[in-house]
């Protein structure tokens, strides 16, 4: 029988400049400050230089997330890593703006990628999503050959365009999200309850979000919910906050 070697650990240097910026529309979406607060809370504890913007329509969206983009890439300083956090009603693949109008989520991720920042190349690049993206609801359930030739190279001179980014969605496709009004989203509440006060790597924390998630129910419309979070990882390695 094999003796499997143990997996090697390598992390993403995180002793940079950590960047966050967080883009939330509050009109007809009670509970957003709650969650605002919470963010803003980890943000500091976490060591992120952040930025709020409220109510961007549509366009500002777009706008706000590429003057961070210029931002990050005119620092002369080591950029770690950088967060995005954005908060809408949406659809599957777009968030909708103050304006009523919407916007594409795949032209938001773009503007970081591995070609489009240069500062974030090959750095860790995490996008919160906490938003509907669909009409579906989840009322729960009861537990009870490939022919893809792969060519490795030994030395690594360049990089894929979208490696090294991680889309956390607050609820999986086609499904909607759920958010109190006073006490704010238990996606996000449950986000920084466990960034907070555990340690590891970040997908492990999310295993973790995604179980206190699962344990809970939400009362909408007078009937009980379930919901979890959907995870997207290019990652290479490791990443650690604290």
């Known amino acids: 029988m094999s003796n499997p070697r143990p997996l090697e650990k390598e992390a993403y240097d995180m002793s940079g400049a950590r960047l966050a910026l967080t883009l939330c529309v509050t009109k007809a979406r009670e509970g957003s400050e709650a969650d605002l607060d919470a963010l803003e809370r980890m943000f500091r504890q976490l060591g992120f230089q952040s930025t709020t913007k409220r109510d961007p329509t549509a366009q500002q969206f777009q706008e706000e997330l590429e003057k961070f983009q210029r931002a990050i890439d005119a620092r002369e300083d080591f950029v ?3 967060f995005v956090v954005l908060m809408a009603h949406g659809l599957e693949g777009r968030l909708k703006g103050e304006d009523e109008k919407m916007v594409e989520l795949e032209n938001l991720f773009r503007v970081l990628n591995n070609k489009n920042c240069q500062a974030l190349r090959a750095k860790p690049k995490v996008y919160i999503v906490q938003a509907c993206r669909g009409e579906q609801r989840d009322p729960g359930e009861t537990v009870g050959g490939d022919n893809t030739v792969m060519i ?3 030395d690594l ?8 980014t991680l889309h956390i969605y607050s609820t999986v496709e086609g499904y909607l999200s759920y ?8 996606f996000i509440q449950t986000l920084v309850d466990v960034f907070l006060e555990r340690k590891g790597p970040i997908l492990d924390l999310l295993t973790e979000v995604t179980r206190r998630m699962a344990e809970e129910e939400v009362v909408h419309e007078g009937e009980a919910r379930k919901l979890n979070p959907q995870i997207e990882s290019t990652l290479r390695k490791q990443l650690y906050l604290q």
């Open 157 to 164: 001179d360049t990089i894929p365009t979208y490696t090294d």
């Open 152 to 154: 490795i190279k030994d």
């Open 179 to 186: 958010r109190h009004d006073q006490d704010g989203s238990c």
């Open 80 to 82: 770690s890593c950088a």
